[in-house]
């Protein structure tokens, strides 16, 4: 059987990967790693590069390589996935980004839906390494729908994002390929995300009381602004 271009490219694109990842094993150079006390954990899954763990929980590496993925309140990510065939995976990497939106990973506390970019840190061999987590509208017609979500009850992860043919589709769940009972897999979050109270900037709110008696009698004070 033939072996075609795109499989020698992605071979050596893996050899790459796998020799900087050693580079890192035997010299011990700092890995680019996040705290455990992370709010992302779990598993997903690329039919090309396998296994993508978002949390030092998952294998209780903790100890020796402590990393993670976290969403902040305003939905922004931070942090790391590891992957064994193409090492550490930013979510909050800095442009340029190669397309819309011109943002990293990002979660929309409304609707649930994950957008932006990710990026893979060791990419080489003529791929750029970004991984793009939901379809934009400027991306046209000839791109399937696809996009990452969140279900705001359990903190589950749904939904593919696409990696180009290097990572291919990176599928949150198993319940995206229907394959749970195979493999039971998914990345999950705190559903406490998605119940903050509101909040009120500084300075936005102004309480004028019409005389200072209405401070329970107190008359010394001068109204609160």
Same mark, same amino acid.
């Given at each position: ?37 992370? #709010?992302?954990? =779990?598993? &997903?899954? @690329?039919?090309? !590069? /396998? $296994? +993508?763990? %978002? *949390? ?19 939905? #922004?990510?931070? =942090?790391? &996935?590891? @992957?064994?065939? !193409? /090492? $550490? +995976?930013? %979510? *909050? ?22 957008? =932006?970019? &990710? ?107």
């Amino acid at each position: 059987m033939a072996i075609r271009p795109a499989q020698i490219k992605r071979f050596v694109f893996v050899v790459m990967c796998s020799l900087i990842i050693a580079i890192f094993a035997v010299f011990g150079l700092s890995s680019p790693a996040q705290a455990s006390h992370t #709010n992302v954990s =779990g598993w &997903a899954w @690329s039919e090309t !590069i /396998g $296994w +993508i763990s %978002f *949390n030092c929980t998952n294998t209780g590496t903790c100890g020796s390589v402590d990393y993670g993925v976290n969403i902040d309140q305003q939905g #922004n990510f931070v =942090g790391y &996935a590891w @992957s064994d065939n !193409i /090492g $550490w +995976i930013q %979510f *909050n990497p800095v442009g340029p980004y190669p397309s819309q939106p011109n943002t990293s990973a990002k979660l929309n506390v409304g609707n649930n839906e994950v957008s =932006g970019w &990710a990026r893979a840190v060791a990419s080489s061999g003529g791929w750029d390494g970004w991984i793009k987590l939901r379809k934009h509208g400027s991306d046209g017609g000839g791109v399937p729908d696809y996009g990452v979500s969140v279900n705001p009850a359990t903190g589950e992860f749904l939904g593919f994002a696409w990696g180009s043919t290097v990572v291919g589709w990176v599928s949150f769940n198993c319940q995206d390929t229907g394959s749970c009972v195979q493999s039971n897999y998914k990345v999950v979050t705190s559903p406490s995300l998605f119940n903050q109270p509101p909040s009120t900037p500084p300075g936005s709110l102004q309480i004028t009381p019409s005389n200072s008696a209405d401070y329970c009698g107190i008359t010394a004070f001068p109204p609160v602004r």
